[in-house]
C-alpha cells in the first residue's frame, strides 16, 4: 500500500507540471493503482482524484466512455485485439482529459500482435494514456518495453503458499519455468523455506519439513557445510525475493546454484 501511495504522488506531481507520458508499462500481479492513475488523470478536483464525481465513479466501476480495457479472451492477445483497442484510441474523447487504454496480461502479446502495436507507441494519438500491464518484463519484446516509462508494482504474494516440487525438482538440476512474476516469486519464498528448515535440521535434528519424506533430497543435494554459508544463502535468496519484481530471472537462479549447489 505504502509503494502504491508513493507511485499516486509520482503521477499527481507529473500532473501538476503537465508531465504525464503518453506510454507506462507496469510490471507485477496487482494493477489496481493503474485505475487510481485513470482516475487522477482525468479527474476534475485538485490534487490526486476525488471518488466521487461522474469520472471517477465511472472509471471505478469500468463504464467510463474513454476508458478501453484490453482483456483477451483466450490465452494470446490477436491482431483484431490491437485494431480494436486502436479503434478507441482514434476515437474522439467523450469528455475525459485523456482517452485511457489499458492492455491487460501484455505477455500474452504475440509478435504479430506486438508489432501493429508498436505503431501506436511510437505515435500515440493526443491526449490519450496507454497503460501496458505484464506480469513479468521478460515476456514483452524489447521494442516495446524500450517505447514505454517503466513503472514496477509492488508484488503481491498470498500468505503461507509453499510449493515443495519445484524446489525439489530445481535441486535435482532441473530448471524451473515461471508463467508470472507471481509464480517465480512463490519460488523463490518456498525455496527460502526449505533452506531454512534443512539449516535448523542440521543444528537440531526436527525439521518439519521431513514429514512428507523429501527433505532427504534437500539435503542430498544442498551442499552447505556452515552456520554462516547457510545464512548467507538465505540472505542472498531473501534480497532476491526482495527484487523480485526486477530481478532477472535466469540471473537469480545463477546466483542461487552458487551458493547452494
Same mark, same amino acid.
Given at each position: 500500500m505504502q509503494t502504491q501511495n508513493k507511485i499516486l504522488n509520482y503521477f499527481t506531481l507529473l500532473k501538476e507540471k503537465?508531465?504525464?507520458g503518453k506510454s507506462y508499462l507496469f510490471v507485477g500481479n496487482d494493477f489496481s493503482v493503474v485505475k487510481d492513475i485513470a482516475k487522477l488523470i482525468n479527474?476534475?478536483?485538485v490534487g490526486t482524484f476525488c471518488n466521487g464525481c461522474w469520472d471517477c465513479v465511472s472509471i471505478e466501476n469500468s463504464t467510463h466512455p474513454d476508458l478501453f480495457?484490453?482483456?483477451?479472451?483466450?490465452?494470446?492477445?490477436?491482431?483484431? =485485439?490491437?485494431?480494436?483497442?486502436?479503434?478507441?484510441?482514434?476515437? %474522439?474523447?467523450?469528455?475525459?482529459? %485523456?482517452?485511457?487504454?489499458?492492455?491487460?496480461?501484455?505477455? !500474452?502479446?504475440?509478435?504479430?500482435?506486438? =508489432?501493429?502495436?508498436?505503431?501506436?507507441?511510437?505515435?500515440?494519438? %493526443? !491526449?490519450?494514456?496507454?497503460a501496458v500491464c505484464a506480469s513479468k518484463i521478460d515476456g514483452v519484446i524489447p521494442t516495446i518495453v524500450s517505447r514505454c516509462n517503466k513503472i514496477f508494482l509492488p508484488l503481491r504474494e498470498e500468505a503461507g503458499s509453499f510449493q515443495l516440487a519445484p524446489v525439489l525438482g530445481f535441486l535435482k538440476g532441473e530448471r524451473p519455468y515461471f508463467k508470472d512474476r507471481k509464480e517465480f516469486l512463490s519460488f523463490i519464498w518456498s525455496l527460502n523455506l526449505a533452506i531454512r528448515d534443512t539449516f535448523l535440521f542440521s543444528m537440531g535434528g526436527n525439521n518439519q519439513?521431513?514429514?512428507?519424506?523429501?527433505?532427504?533430497?534437500?539435503?542430498e543435494n544442498i551442499k552447505i557445510n556452515s552456520t554462516n554459508n547457510y545464512l548467507n544463502a538465505m540472505k542472498d535468496i531473501l534480497e532476491i525475493y526482495s527484487a523480485g519484481a526486477t530481478i532477472n530471472e535466469n540471473l537469480a537462479l545463477n546466483i542461487i546454484k552458487e551458493r547452494l549447489l
Open positions: 503537465s508531465l504525464i479527474c476534475r478536483g480495457t484490453l482483456k483477451p479472451e483466450t490465452l494470446t492477445i490477436t491482431i483484431e =485485439n490491437i485494431r480494436e483497442a486502436q479503434q478507441f484510441l482514434r476515437l %474522439k474523447s467523450f469528455r475525459a482529459q %485523456k482517452k485511457v487504454l489499458v492492455i491487460s496480461d501484455a505477455q !500474452n502479446m504475440g509478435e504479430a500482435s506486438a =508489432n501493429a502495436f508498436l505503431k501506436t507507441l511510437e505515435e500515440p494519438p %493526443k !491526449n490519450s494514456f496507454i519439513l521431513l514429514t512428507s519424506g523429501d527433505c532427504e533430497i534437500i539435503l
